[in-house]
């Protein structure tokens, strides 16, 4: 039997979670072996609206008007839609959610945020610079509209609390909008024009990018089951496609699939999936966007990609392994084709991707209380893309025992377990 390769860390998962810790870790002098049972960014890091999302300082809340419940609840919303036949096993987790998205609550859990989401397009800046990346990004921000009135209203009064932080932003009227976007129809009356985030044209190439970088500066990929992971007198091993490899850290950046590795090493971590889709569609005759543009009451994103208009449902609640739904698409179409004009769908079927998320509203960044040399990084929610790079940073500064750019208290395991 052939040796275990030997390196100081194995990155289990190579969405952009994984692949920005990597290269952190590389960065540190560490040598690196990034895994996965696919090819770098094919899961959630390959579908989403593409943005690096600075001005989000209060994290997405479960609802807590009765109002909004009832509206959710009847199963019809275009923001979310869940499996009837999933919604005993996930109601515990929904009702800490809810516990967790009281105004106290909330407010605590921005608190512990803000510092990664102030530091998220600095620390994606410098990988995009080193990995010639600029033609991906656009710099012009993105917009939040809005169909009703009251609905603007709501918004503008609310970003006072953007203000004192520092932000930019613009409020538009109905025709300031459509100066902005000349494509976007009346149906919208009005919108927040955030200027500080960055969209990325292709969220996929930007992680192989980053994977390109990662290889040049001699890291390297392996394709490997994680249920392979197996704790050893001095270290950490793993079974790849090449054979074993040997560590003594390792890091579980799985997304969605870094609960179940947690349980087999005896960590119950209250993980679940907000399960979300994704189809392009090409712009009608004369029409385009310059930006991502969310419509608030609506739940769904359009973002102008590589390959198309891309439209982003809001949330499904379903088990993982569940069968598609042609439903989140089909009732968020529709009203995209109120505000922009679109052509035909460019994709066979609808991309289905799951956001892990905790119901804290903040991921589990730091080692396992119980076992040396073990590390997580997950739960990232709608903020994957968005907080890569920082994470990346915070999980490899507690690595190596530097000192760490934010305090990661907030984010240790050690509040579940």
């Known amino acids: 039997m052939a040796a275990a390769v030997k ?53 997405y809340a479960f609802p807590r008007s009765l109002r909004d419940i009832l509206h959710y609840a009847s199963n019809r919303a275009s923001q979310v839609r869940y499996d009837p036949l999933f919604l005993p096993r996930i109601a515990p987790w929904l009702f800490s959610y809810w516990r967790h998205s009281s105004p106290t609550r909330l407010a605590k859990a921005a608190i512990a945020m803000l510092p990664l989401i102030e530091r998220c397009v600095d620390e994606h800046d410098a990988f995009i610079a080193a990995s010639g990346s600029e033609d991906l990004v656009r710099r012009a921000g993105w917009i939040e509209a809005f169909r009703t009135e009251a609905a603007f209203d709501r918004a503008a009064a609310a970003t006072t609390v953007a203000a004192e932080h520092g932000l930019s932003f613009e409020l538009l009227d109905g025709g300031g909008l459509r100066a902005r976007e000349p494509s976007l129809t009346a149906t919208l009356t009005g919108a927040v024009h955030w200027l500080d985030p960055v969209s990325v044209r292709d969220p996929h190439a930007l992680t192989m990018r980053y994977v390109g970088l990662f290889a040049s500066r001699g890291g390297r990929f392996q394709h490997a089951d994680a249920g392979t992971l197996a704790a050893g007198t001095d270290g950490w091993s793993v079974v790849t496609d090449a054979g074993t ?24 971590v ?14 009608g005759p004369g029409a385009g966007l310059s930006r991502p543009v969310l419509d608030d009451e609506a739940g769904f994103v359009l973002a102008p990609m590589a390959r198309g208009i891309r439209l982003t449902t809001g949330v499904e609640m379903a088990g993982i392994q569940a069968p598609a739904s042609p439903v989140p698409l089909s009732r968020c179409e529709p009203l995209a084709r109120q505000i922009l004009p679109l052509g035909e769908r460019l994709d066979a079927a609808p991309w289905l991707g799951c956001r892990p998320a905790l119901p804290d509203m903040r991921p589990v960044i730091g080692p396992a209380p119980r076992h040396s040399g073990l590390w997580f990084s997950f739960g990232h929610a709608h903020h994957g893309l ?17 000192e760490t750019v934010v305090d990661p208290a907030p984010y240790a395991l050690t509040r579940f377990v």
């Open 270 to 283: 209250p993980l679940a999936v907000k399960r979300g889709y994704h189809m392009h569609y090409a712009a």
């Open 245 to 268: 490899v040997a560590a003594r850290d390792v890091v579980v950046s799985l997304g969605a699939w870094s609960g179940t590795l947690a349980r087999r090493h005896g960590y119950r």
């Open 386 to 402: 968005t907080l890569a790079a920082v994470s990346g940073r915070l999980l490899a500064e507690l690595v190596t025992g530097a």
């Open 7 to 59: 390196v100081d860390a194995v990155v289990l998962g190579a969405g952009i979670i994984g692949v920005c810790a990597a290269l952190h870790l590389q960065a540190r002098g560490r040598s690196v072996m990034l895994v996965d049972r696919r090819g770098p960014g094919e899961e959630t890091s390959f579908g989403n609206a593409g943005l690096i999302e600075r001005a989000s300082i209060v994290p």
